[in-house]
């Protein structure tokens, strides 16, 4: 059984031994190392220094995420390179949302990905099902889209359940993020999911704040370490926030500069 996750960044200063000496011993193996005694780390020392932290940039500039990405060569030891060293196994793989609302909500946003919904015309915020995710939170065709949009699947499987839907009724993002305590949800901050992904479940909404008023938003579909597979509207394969339809992205944790939305428990 691999040692998972710890629940934080490892880096320069880490005071648990057995996370510094297994980390060691493992970047030793995978980097075939042990014989090179100008790279080698000794594994009896429960140190995290410069010398270690050099051998993890190593590994990260010569290994990948699972969708093939390079890895941010930092030197840090976050839940992406530590499911690169360990196996994806080490780290939370959670592909079920356990409220039932949020399950149903993810079995909505899978209907709409699955039918490739596609504005038309191309760039016009608008077309049959943009203008009903719009609608739904009181807009018209033009507007952009994608909080409309988790709205709109919020409202569909609060329906299917016969219950009220606990979502802030906005087509803003950053508005979204500002009321949704006074419904009772949570927030969780961005620093502290990329430290410790294992806070995120399928169900949960991302937040991303672009400036200048201007925000993203999307559904956690499944949550693997530090990767999460999401549902957005009005976004492409490029992850834009501007982006012609419904699409499935994998994300990194890393990307969401705002934070998340639980409304996991809220009637």
Avoid at 76 to 94: P, S
Avoid at 171 to 195: M, T
Avoid at 220 to 238: F, P, R
Wanted: hydrophobic share 40%.
């Amino acid at each position: 059984m691999p040692m998972q996750y710890p629940g934080h960044i490892v880096k320069v200063g880490e005071t648990d031994a057995a996370v510094v000496k297994a980390l060691k011993a493992r970047l030793n193996t995978e980097l075939g190392i042990g014989n090179d005694p100008a790279l080698r780390l000794d594994e009896t020392d429960a140190n995290f220094g410069a010398k270690m932290r050099q051998v993890v940039k190593l590994f990260q500039a010569r290994n990948v995420d699972p969708e093939g990405r390079p890895l941010k060569q930092d030197g840090e030891v976050g839940a992406i390179t530590w499911a690169v060293l360990f196996g994806q196994q080490a780290v939370q793989n959670l592909s079920q949302a356990i409220d039932p609302l949020l399950a149903e909500v993810i079995k909505v946003a899978q209907g709409e990905e699955a039918k490739k919904v596609r504005e038309q015309p191309r760039n016009s915020n608008g077309g049959p099902e943009v203008d009903a995710y719009l609608a739904s939170v009181g807009l018209g065709s033009g507007f952009s889209w994608c909080c409309s949009f988790t709205y709109w699947c919020f409202e569909q499987a609060a329906r299917q359940l016969k219950r009220s839907n606990p979502m802030v009724r906005t087509g803003g993002c950053l508005k979204h993020w500002n009321e949704a305590p006074s419904k009772g949800a949570k927030l969780i901050a961005a620093a502290a999911a990329l430290a410790d992904p294992g806070l995120l479940r399928p169900g949960m909404l991302f937040i991303m704040d672009h400036g200048k008023g201007l925000g993203h938003t999307g559904l956690i579909e499944s949550v693997a370490g530090g990767l999460l597979t999401t549902i957005e509207g009005n976004t492409d394969g490029s992850g834009t926030r501007e982006g012609g339809g419904v699409y499935r992205l994998v994300r990194k944790v890393s990307e969401i500069n705002k934070g998340y939305i639980d409304y996991s428990g809220v009637r």
